[in-house]
């Protein structure tokens, strides 16, 4: 009977061991298991992150239209910070001027630089395209709302033209008491600051009908166009040559913004300027 009685009592005891094995065993995995779902977790983190940080910054499509005299050569820089910010950046040289300099004529208007940058919007297959005219290009830009506004998001005028209806470049620079700068010379605008022998990227000749040609604007959807204005200020500065054509947007209910800086902002304050194009989206 005392032998029955110990091996039960063994039994017991190895019951109890056997199920202390199998509870130590479930908690094993249990870890093992929460271990296991709690990596994945991180992992699925570490994936989406860079998704969800990519899709909070708006990615814009900008197509910059230079100033007299010089080319998409001169906005490189501009593009080059803007693509690495995730944004596309069309930089289209207008007909005559930098890399196509061969293409110059004296027949060359307005009219022709506004078809350039309308068909490179359109074969481009370009929409909701924020535009951008430095200088001279505002009188493009103005031009290429007028044709295609149902393909523009937003008109940004940097240091700019803001033409009205059957205005020029040179019957503005003389409502603003200056002359257009440079010199006349067979049917072209020759910069004179160019030296003989300077080699490209550097401004050219322009058609002088560019400058001479008024602007045509039949369409009352143009004004419909969000719009920033950009001033362009030098450092110590209170006034600029362009202050009458941000009075005009102030007028016209635009935004606009000043930018301690040059003329060529470009070149003299890339960073800041593409930090104000990415906010007027």
């Known amino acids: 009977m005392k032998r029955n009685t110990n091996a039960s009592y063994e039994k017991v005891l190895q019951a109890a061991d056997d199920h202390r094995a199998v509870e130590a065993s479930n908690g094993r995995h249990m870890i093992q298991r929460r271990t ?3 990596s994945a977790a991180l992992l699925l983190v570490s994936v989406l992150r860079p998704v969800v940080a990519q899709e909070a910054v708006t990615k814009t499509t900008y197509v910059v239209v ?4 010089g080319g998409g050569w001169d906005w490189r820089t501009v593009s080059d910070l803007l693509t690495s ?13 930098g890399e196509r300099a061969h293409l110059a004529s004296p027949d060359i208007g307005l009219d022709t630089h506004i078809l350039d940058i309308v068909n490179t919007i359109r074969y481009e297959n370009l929409r909701d395209v924020t535009l951008v005219g430095h200088s001279y290009g505002g009188m493009v830009i103005t031009g290429v709302a ?10 940004a005028y940097v240091d700019a033209f803001v033409p009205e209806n059957g205005e020029s470049v040179m019957g503005l620079a003389a409502v603003r008491g200056a002359t257009t700068p440079g010199q006349v010379q067979g049917g072209f605008m020759v910069p004179s600051w160019v030296k003989p022998g300077t080699v490209p990227p550097m401004d050219v000749p322009q058609p002088l009908k560019t400058f001479s040609e008024p602007i045509t604007l039949k369409n009352p959807l143009r004004e419909r166009i969000p719009t920033t204005f950009i001033l ?3 450092r110590g500065a209170d006034t600029d040559a362009f202050d009458m054509f941000a009075a005009r947007a102030k007028a016209k209910g635009w935004l606009v913004q000043r930018l301690t800086a040059d003329h060529n902002a470009q070149r003299s304050a890339p960073n800041e300027l593409c930090t104000l194009l990415e906010h007027v989206r």
């Open 36 to 38: 296991v779902l709690a």
């Open 85 to 97: 910010r995730g944004h596309r950046v069309f930089r289209p040289t207008l007909t005559g001027l």
């Open 66 to 69: 230079h100033g007299a005299w």
């Open 146 to 155: 007028d044709r295609i506004p149902d393909r523009i998001a937003h008109l």
């Open 232 to 234: 362009t200020v030098d």
